[in-house]
């Protein structure tokens, strides 16, 4: 008697998922990983219509994805699968990594504190007047750490304090007092764990650009390189004027003091001439000579 062998065919849903990743992966030449962790449907909708057109938000599930990108044969496939972890969503793009970051940080929102959450900074309960009235709130402060006072039966904050610290869980009770105080510390959004371009791995520290300390950065170099220039006389549109200012002032401080009397350099001998005399004459009266 002959065994009957099952063939399992493969859930309908489940393949069209792993062919749509597999034709986004084919199609973009970039891809980000993104961690969904306290992200909202709001801003998911917010940031694909930031994309719009350069790049497509994903959600799928990270074994799928994974079958998805080994059978689309991408490079170094294994490196970028091995990050595919928690709850994520694959961005495919045609903007590099670093594009990317800055679109997915103008769309992050602060939130306010829950219970269990990691202080992503030191966050700081500014001094001044709190609105809130005198009460048991007070002790909510007090156990904050927090200096405070009553005036007009509201309840002040002395000095600027630290409520926690970077990297602090946050406690039930002092969320509930940041909440109180519209305090809302967290960022959430998209957040890149791991960016892929033409078989490069980046993690997601290396593409979190700081503008503005790349720009302070830049600001630094181009005045750095330009005095550079100006030192050794390298002339371009930029510092020919420089140069030229310096040369001025050099040549005509030479000439007053080799005596060299020209339009320019007339007043400055003259005067240097007569400051001298004066002080000469001033020495001989000093020695009774009239």
Do not use: C
């Not at 990983?33 to 998911?44: D, E, F, G, H």
């Not at 900074?121 to 609105?131: K, R, W, Y």
């Amino acid at each position: 008697m002959s065994e009957t062998v099952q063939v399992h065919e493969p859930n309908p849903r489940k393949k069209a998922i792993m062919e749509k990743t597999a034709t986004l992966a084919s199609k973009y030449p970039v891809i980000v990983v993104t961690n969904l962790s306290k992200v909202r449907a709001t801003q998911l909708m917010a940031v694909r219509r930031a994309l719009r057109g350069n790049a497509e938000v994903f959600v799928v599930k990270n074994t799928l994805a994974t079958l998805a990108l080994k059978n689309a044969g991408i490079k170094n496939a294994d490196e970028l699968l091995k990050h595919l972890t928690g709850q994520n969503a694959l961005i495919f793009s045609n903007l590099d990594p670093f594009k990317l970051f800055l679109t997915l940080e103008k769309n992050k929102v602060n939130l306010p504190a829950r219970a269990g959450d990691v202080a992503p900074e030191d966050i700081i309960v500014p001094a001044g007047n709190t609105g809130l009235p005198a009460g048991p709130v007070l002790s909510e402060f007090r156990e904050a750490g927090i200096p405070t006072k009553i005036e007009a039966g509201s309840v002040w904050v002395n000095k600027d304090s630290v409520a926690v610290k970077k990297g602090s869980v946050i406690s039930p009770k002092l969320a509930s007092l940041l909440s109180k105080l519209g305090i809302k510390p967290i960022r959430a959004g998209l957040s890149i764990a791991l960016g892929y371009e033409k078989g490069l791995i980046y993690s997601g520290d290396l593409v979190a650009i700081d503008l503005e300390k790349y720009r302070e950065s830049l600001v630094q170099a181009y005045a750095s390189s330009k005095g550079l220039a100006i030192l050794i006389g390298y002339v371009t549109k930029e510092t020919a004027p420089d140069i030229i200012a310096k040369a001025y002032r050099e040549a005509l401080a030479l000439a007053t003091e080799t005596g060299t009397v020209t339009k320019e350099t007339a007043p400055r001998i003259f005067g240097k001439a007569e400051a001298e005399a004066s002080a000469l004459l001033a020495k001989a009266k000093e020695k009774g000579f009239q």
